[in-house]
């Protein structure tokens, strides 16, 4: 593949990552979103619609001078598919998903205390990276990359897991090495609450949020053994000025609650000794998060819907409270879209917004030589 340098790539790729958040988007609205001339946009998407990376959709109105209809466009979903795994200590959930972000495929494996001690984490990894080939080839249709989320410390520019408590991994895995000789294609790794950040982001039709906060909260057992209590276990996926927030050393979104004290096992204080108590002490600490970042948007998900929707209900009660100014504050909470699968789905995502991600121009916007392959060059090879 050859290096990115140019700047007709750069156009492409961001037409093509604007045709990818839009859904549906004309020419001249391209052009216009874009600051591009109208002739370059006209003459990419040419290029586009013969190499089939997109294609147009429906019209739209005239305006009211009449005249031509708009025509749309959006990315060919059909065109390649990404693959999504999320394990943890109770299943695995593999999903398969097309270019616009449709469910191709999904299977969930049960994960028990004998079948992990039996297969181990890079066991099921191994099923869950074998289950996508397999669906599609059935399906004939190519994978462009796979993504995998799980629940720990990712290194998610390397690739590699650090560590994960929940899955008994202490001394850090390269995980892309340890699949290599199952798929030649990419495979990126994420904490899994941030993979949920990736899903909202992905089902949301409307602006994007720019500040936000998804919650975790799963009732399971801690991790993959005969002997361990099932918990609460809580997570957060950050997304700060429109980007997702890995932190110092990959560790943000891990959690642990400000009242906690020992011996407790839990993430909670001794004192939440019902489920309402670790709801209300919960949602104490995610206000103070929310009103100290100033925060537009909270999801909750992960747990089943009356649960969520009682958490909800206390973070919303705890932002009032604990804002101490006399106007209102705005922030959105609000349950999931994607509860039971938002891990496996956002796994894919990411894949979804790295194929479709544009290199960066220096600081006085100059072209420059990017020293990573064209995006667009390996989209087409998939053809």
């Given at each position: 593949m050859?290096?990115l340098?140019?700047?007709t790539?750069?156009?492409?790729?961001?037409?093509?990552?604007?045709l990818?958040?839009?859904?549906?988007?004309?020419?001249?609205e391209?052009?216009?979103?874009?600051?591009?001339?109208?002739?370059?946009v006209?003459?990419?998407i040419?290029?586009?619609?013969?190499?089939?990376?997109?294609?147009?959709?429906?019209?739209?109105?005239?305006?009211?001078q009449?005249?031509?209809?708009?025509?749309?466009?959006?990315?060919?979903?059909?065109?390649?598919?990404?693959?999504?795994?999320?394990?943890?200590?109770?299943?695995?959930?593999?999903?398969?998903?097309?270019?616009?972000?449709?469910?191709?495929?999904?299977?969930?494996?049960?994960?028990?205390?004998?079948?992990?001690?039996?297969?181990?984490?890079?066991?099921?990894?191994?099923?869950?990276?074998?289950?996508?080939q397999?669906?599609?080839k059935?399906?004939?249709?190519?994978?462009?990359?796979?993504?995998?989320g799980?629940?720990?410390?990712?290194?998610?520019?390397?690739?590699?897991?650090?560590?994960?408590?929940?899955?008994?991994?202490e001394?850090?895995?390269?995980?892309?090495?340890?699949?290599?000789s199952?798929?030649?294609?990419?495979?990126?790794v994420?904490?899994?609450?941030r993979?949920?950040?990736?899903?909202?982001?992905?089902?949301?039709r409307?602006p994007?949020?720019?500040?936000?906060?998804?919650?975790m909260a799963?009732?399971r057992?801690?991790?993959?053994?005969?002997a361990?209590?099932?918990?609460?276990?809580?997570?957060?996926?950050?997304?700060?000025?429109?980007?997702?927030?890995?932190g110092?050393?990959?560790t943000?979104?891990?959690?642990r609650?400000?009242?906690?004290?020992?011996?407790?096992?839990?993430?909670?204080?001794?004192?939440?000794?019902?489920e309402?108590?670790?709801?209300?002490?919960?949602?104490?600490n995610?206000?103070?998060?929310?009103?100290?970042?100033?925060?537009?948007?909270?999801?909750?998900?992960?747990?089943?819907?009356?649960?969520?929707?009682?958490?909800?209900?206390?973070?919303r009660?705890?932002?009032?409270?604990?804002?101490?100014?006399?106007?209102n504050?705005?922030?959105?909470?609000?349950?999931?879209?994607?509860s039971?699968?938002?891990?496996?789905?956002?796994?894919?995502?990411?894949v979804l917004?790295k194929?479709?991600?544009v290199?960066?121009?220096?600081e006085?916007?100059?072209?420059?030589?990017?020293?990573q392959s064209?995006?667009y060059?390996?989209?087409?090879?998939l053809q």
């Amino acid at each position: 593949m050859r290096v990115l340098n140019s700047l007709t790539d750069l156009n492409i790729m961001r037409i093509l990552r604007l045709l990818w958040q839009s859904k549906k988007i004309s020419r001249v609205e391209i052009a216009a979103a874009l600051k591009m001339d109208k002739s370059t946009v006209t003459k990419i998407i040419a290029e586009l619609t013969e190499k089939n990376l997109a294609r147009e959709t429906d019209s739209g109105t005239s305006g009211p001078q009449g005249g031509r209809k708009p025509v749309f466009l959006e990315i060919n979903g059909s065109y390649a598919c990404v693959g999504g795994i999320e394990i943890n200590p109770e299943r695995m959930y593999v999903c398969l998903e097309d270019f616009c972000g449709s469910i191709l495929h999904e299977e969930k494996i049960p994960i028990t205390p004998e079948s992990y001690g039996q297969k181990g984490f890079l066991g099921f990894l191994k099923e869950g990276v074998q289950i996508l080939q397999e669906a599609s080839k059935r399906l004939r249709i190519k994978i462009a990359g796979i993504g995998l989320g799980i629940p720990g410390m990712v290194e998610a520019e390397s690739g590699k897991i650090i560590q994960s408590i929940p899955l008994l991994i202490e001394d850090g895995i390269d995980v892309a090495k340890e699949v290599q000789s199952l798929t030649k294609v990419p495979v990126f790794v994420e904490n899994d609450a941030r993979c949920c950040c990736y899903t909202e982001q992905l089902l949301s039709r409307g602006p994007k949020a720019q500040n936000m906060m998804y919650v975790m909260a799963e009732r399971r057992p801690l991790q993959p053994l005969k002997a361990s209590p099932e918990n609460l276990s809580v997570g957060l996926g950050l997304i700060l000025n429109g980007k997702i927030y890995h932190g110092a050393n990959a560790t943000a979104g891990e959690f642990r609650s400000v009242y906690w004290q020992s011996p407790s096992k839990s993430q909670f204080s001794p004192a939440c000794d019902s489920e309402r108590k670790t709801f209300r002490e919960l949602a104490k600490n995610i206000a103070f998060l929310v009103n100290t970042l100033s925060l537009d948007v909270v999801y909750v998900g992960g747990i089943e819907k009356k649960l969520a929707e009682e958490i909800v209900k206390f973070i919303r009660e705890e932002i009032v409270y604990l804002w101490p100014y006399a106007w209102n504050k705005t922030t959105i909470v609000s349950i999931a879209s994607a509860s039971q699968r938002s891990v496996s789905y956002g796994a894919g995502a990411k894949v979804l917004d790295k194929l479709f991600s544009v290199p960066e121009l220096d600081e006085g916007g100059r072209k420059r030589k990017i020293p990573q392959s064209s995006p667009y060059q390996y989209l087409l090879s998939l053809q």
